[in-house]
Nanobody, 112 residues
Framework: VQLQASGGGLVQAGGSLKLSCAAS????????MDWYRQAPGKERELVAA???????NYADFVKGRFTISRDNAKNTVYLQMNNLKPEDTAVYYC???????WGQGTQVTVSS
């Protein structure tokens, strides 16, 4: 099983980024997927989640700004991030719900 996250970068406050996470080695459509993030000196926190059927949940601090989606044909989960804030700066990780595997993450840096 592998997870490959991409799409991070440096963006100004108010800007947008779209993260992608490609999964392999699993029956992707049967698995819920989560996006987490970890800022320097802070614990890893759940950002957004999506079930195999497409039901979504968001942390309060991203509601209205971030959108999680998935393409089961491409074994990929996405995180569209709009109106980014400096406090969104973190390494973002995707994760298969219920498994201990973490991918390598992708760095998102938001400048003020």
């Amino acid at each position: 099983v592998q997870l490959q996250a991409s799409g991070g970068g440096l963006v100004q406050a108010g800007g947008s980024l779209k993260l992608s996470c490609a999964a392999s080695g699993i029956i992707f459509s049967r698995n819920a997927m989560d996006w987490y993030r970890q800022a320097p000196g802070k614990e890893r926190e759940l950002v957004a989640a999506i079930t195999g059927g497409g039901s979504t949940n968001y942390a309060d601090f991203v509601k209205g700004r971030f959108t999680i989606s998935r393409d089961n044909a491409k074994n990929t989960v996405y995180l569209q991030m709009n109106n980014l804030k400096p406090e969104d700066t973190a390494v973002y990780y995707c994760k298969i719900r219920g498994r201990l595997l973490w991918g390598q993450g992708t760095q998102v840096t938001v400048s003020s």
